[in-house]
Every structure is written in C-alpha cells, then in structure tokens.
Antibody, heavy 119, light 109 residues
Framework: QVQLQESGPGLVRPSDTLSLTCAVS?????????WGWIRQPPGEGLEWIGY???????YYNPSLKSRITMSIDTSKNQFSLKLSSVTAVDTAVYYC????????????WGRGTLVTVSS | QSALTQPPSASGSPGQSVTISCTGT?????????VSWYQQHPGKAPKLMIY???KRPSGVPDRFSGSRSGNTASLTVSGLQADDEADYYC?????????FGTGTKVTVL
C-alpha cells in the first residue's frame, strides 16, 4: 500500500525558503510515475505546484516556477520541495502526491502539512 | 490560466442525485481527456473519484459518474448518502499546467 508522508517546518519567516520532504513507503519512487506537490490555502481551493520524475525531469506551475526547486532522492525513497522568497500568500496546507506516468490525475495523496508564513 | 468554474454549492436529499458542473475552455476541459474529480472531507486530503473524464478508480462506488459535453465536465452522485457531504474539485490538464476548479460544497439535506 503506497503511503506518502510530508515533513518540514510548520512556520517559515517571510522572505525565507520553505522546505518540505515527502517520504514514500510501500512503493519504489524509481518507477515511471511522477511525484509532486499541491497546496491549499486555508478555506480556499487547490493549486498545483509541480511534479518530478526519478530521472529528475520536472514540470512546474508557471506562476511559481521562478521560486520552485524540486528534487528526488532515490536512495531514501523521498522527494522534496523548496519554495523561495515566501510571503503570507504562501501560507497553505501542502500535499505531496503521486501521479501516473501519462495521465494527469493524482491517485495517492499525503495527509498534508500546514505551513504558515509569518514573522 | 484561470481556475475552472464550478458552482459554489449543491444539495440533495438522501437517495437523490446531484450533478456538479465544471466549465473550462477548449484549451483545457474541452481539449483533452485528462479531466478528473476529487472529493475532500473537512480536514482531510482530497481523494480521487473520477479520472480521464469517466473512469472510476478501484474502490469508488458506481454511484459516482463523470461525463463531458463540450467545454463542461460533470460529476453526478446518485443515491446520495450522508458521507457524500464534502467539497468536490474538478481538475484538467491544460498546456504546461494542471488546473483545478473553484470547488463545490455538496450538502446532503
């Protein structure tokens, strides 16, 4: 059974870099699937951030692209997100997700982790 | 790219059906087969309910069905049950981006 678990600081200062990691269990990250992030500001809708393949190919949301870095560590079976120069609008629940090799649906989600940007 | 348009709310009594629309453009909803739907209960992660417009993942009841006409996709929940009360989001691929809908809160009366 595939499980995803997010981890990282719950509070980030404005202008700092938000860093999150997603640990994958029950499934190898080194497959044809893609691994990524989606966020949801409190009381609002979902926003796709991007995803990464174990080959290190990436696709990012154009509106966030200049601030995003995703990486993948096959030895630890985990992947990570860095979002730089954060402001209050980046406050959200961040979900890590799994996507199939071709289609664009997200079949496995982590429980999500709330990241608050505040001084 | 703007979010896909969904009605803010929908409701029905137990046993009835409710249909949620998701309106986009020919560049997203109407332009490919990558439309999906997610159910989200309060405080929980979204759950995939429909993918590729009409397909149901294993374990999703056949009370949930998807369809599309032109640039509008729809999710129908038949035989409403109390546990169907949740937020529902559509999603579609558009060139170089994944779009989500604005979300619909379904209330079981």
């Amino acid at each position: 059974q595939v499980q995803l678990q997010e981890s990282g600081p719950g509070l980030v200062r404005p202008s700092d870099t938000l860093s999150l990691t997603c640990a994958v269990s029950g499934y190898s990250i080194s497959t044809s699937d893609w691994w990524g992030w989606i966020r949801q500001p409190p009381g609002e809708g979902l926003e796709w951030i991007g995803y990464i393949h174990y080959s290190a190919r990436t696709y990012y949301n154009p509106s966030l692209k200049s601030r995003i870095t995703m990486s993948i560590d096959t030895s630890k079976n985990q992947f990570s997100l860095k979002l730089s120069s954060v402001t209050a609008v980046d406050t959200a629940v961040y979900y890590c997700i799994k996507k199939g090799p071709i289609s664009t649906y997200f079949d496995i989600w982590g429980r999500g982790t709330l990241v608050t940007v505040s001084s | 790219q703007s979010a896909l348009t969904q009605p803010p709310s929908a409701s029905g009594s137990p046993g009835q059906s409710v249909t949620i629309s998701c309106t986009g453009t020919s560049s997203d909803v109407g332009g490919n087969s990558y439309v999906s739907w997610y159910q989200q209960h309060p405080g929980k992660a979204p759950k995939l309910m429909i993918y590729e417009v009409t397909k149901r993942p294993s374990g999703v009841p056949d009370r949930f069905s998807g369809s599309r006409s032109g640039n509008t996709a729809s999710l129908t929940v038949s035989g409403l049950q109390a546990d169907d009360e949740a937020d529902y989001y559509c999603s579609s691929y558009a060139t170089s981006i994944i779009l989500f809908g604005t979300g619909t809160k379904v209330t079981v009366l």
